[in-house]
Nanobody
Framework: QLQLVESGGGLVQPGGSLRLSCAAS????????MGWFRQAPGKEREFVAA????????YYADYVRGRVTISRDNAKNTVYLQMNSLKPEDTAVYYC????????????????WGQGTQVTVSS
């Protein structure tokens, strides 16, 4: 089993930045691709970004590309999501997820999920 815990969410003004972290514990000896998803109130969960196990490949949703950077530190078993130029429409609960398969933008391909961290962009 793999446990994921997100942190770093909060309230930020439009145009501000946040860095989310996702710490993995448990069966971290296996190789996992990681993804970030988000879910706004009344909306379906949507893909934000994903990264391969090695960190050599990344993939972004069109609506965040250029504003968001996903990265990972395997020595710390942690994945990061740096978000810049935040907009009110970025307000959502952000979830990290892990898969032993190839990184993907489909949530059903991820086996493990964190509990989420709230990001609120408002003045």
């Amino acid at each position: 089993q793999l446990q994921l815990v997100e942190s770093g969410g909060g309230l930020v003004q439009p145009g501000g930045s946040l860095r989310l972290s996702c710490a993995a514990s448990g069966r971290t000896s296996s190789s996992y691709a990681m993804g970030w998803f988000r879910q706004a109130p009344g909306k379906e969960r949507e893909f934000v970004a994903a990264i391969s196990w090695s960190g050599g490949s990344t993939y972004y949703a069109d609506y965040v590309r250029g504003r968001v950077t996903i990265s990972r530190d395997n020595a710390k078993n942690t994945v990061y999501l740096q978000m810049n130029s935040l907009k009110p429409e970025d307000t959502a609960v952000y979830y990290c997820a892990a898969t032993q398969g190839t990184y993907s933008d489909y949530d059903y391909e991820y086996e493990y999920w964190g509990q989420g961290t709230q990001v609120t962009v408002s003045s």
